[in-house]
């Protein structure tokens, strides 16, 4: 089982650069989701998505970008890096439905470093 | 103040020791909790999940949380080097898919 992929593990920008970080799941879960993890802050809710074509802002936003064309893959833009964006990046995903609400399942994770 | 507080330790504990991990929180509309363990550069591993008060046990783990008090702890019992890594607690409403972290406690078990 593959669970929640991350593409690319490491990067390196130059501010002002952008880049696209991919995150792909084959669990057919319906919700999606994008973090990042400062030192000593905890995991922040970038954007999630409900669904094919449903994105919604979480609490960390600005500055990126989502789309979710299909199930299974829910990339997030940055468009003009900014060192505030040096992170770690997780993407998650889980199942909600009426009768049941399942935990979250991580990927291994994104390190971008912002220069 | 924080919706959930953890303390960040670091906590380090002898091989076979009872650890325990703990959260606070101040949301009384948390129904979910959860506790993650993150090995060092992967992602936060599903550990335990539960739903409103009680306890829950799997193996050498048991998960417990008092709404009464906002309070919810992780116990390991016979601790091994390979229980070393940092404990997410994690909690979440009912009628919403966000999830709260708090920051995390970094364990060392030591041979």
């Known amino acids: 089982n593959a669970g929640v992929t991350q593409t690319p593990k490491f990067r390196i920008l130059k501010i002002g650069q952008s880049m696209t970080l991919q995150c792909t799941q084959d669990?057919?879960?319906?919700?999606m989701y994008w973090y990042r993890q400062d030192p000593g802050m905890g995991l922040k809710l970038i954007y999630y998505?409900?669904?094919?074509?449903?994105?919604d802002k979480g609490e960390v936003p600005n500055g990126y970008n989502v789309s979710r064309s299909t199930t299974e893959d829910f990339p997030l833009r940055l468009e003009l890096a900014a060192p505030s964006q040096t992170s770690v990046y997780f993407c998650?995903?889980?199942?909600?439905?009426?009768?049941?609400?399942?935990?979250?399942?991580f990927g291994d994770g994104t390190r971008l470093s912002i220069l | 103040q924080k919706e959930v507080e953890q303390d960040p330790g670091p906590l380090s504990v002898p091989e076979g020791a009872i650890v325990s991990l703990n959260c606070t929180y101040s949301?009384?509309?948390?129904?979910?909790f959860m506790w993650y363990r993150q090995y060092s550069r992967k992602g936060p591993e599903l550990l335990m999940y539960?739903?409103?008060?009680g306890n829950k046990e799997d193996g050498r783990f048991t998960a417990q949380v008092d709404k009464s008090s906002k309070y919810i702890s992780l116990f390991i019992r016979d601790s091994q080097p390979s229980d070393s890594a940092t404990y997410l607690c994690?909690?979440?409403?009912?009628?919403?898919?966000?999830?709260?972290f708090g920051t995390g406690t970094r364990l060392t078990v030591i041979p």
């Open positions: 998505s409900v669904g094919a074509g449903i994105t």
């Open positions: 669990m057919n879960h319906n919700y």
């Open positions: 994690a909690m979440r409403p009912s009628l919403t898919n966000n999830l709260f």
């Open positions: 949301n009384s509309a948390f129904q979910y």
């Open positions: 998650a995903s889980s199942y909600e439905g009426q009768a049941a609400a399942w935990p979250q399942h």
């Open positions: 539960t739903y409103s008060s």
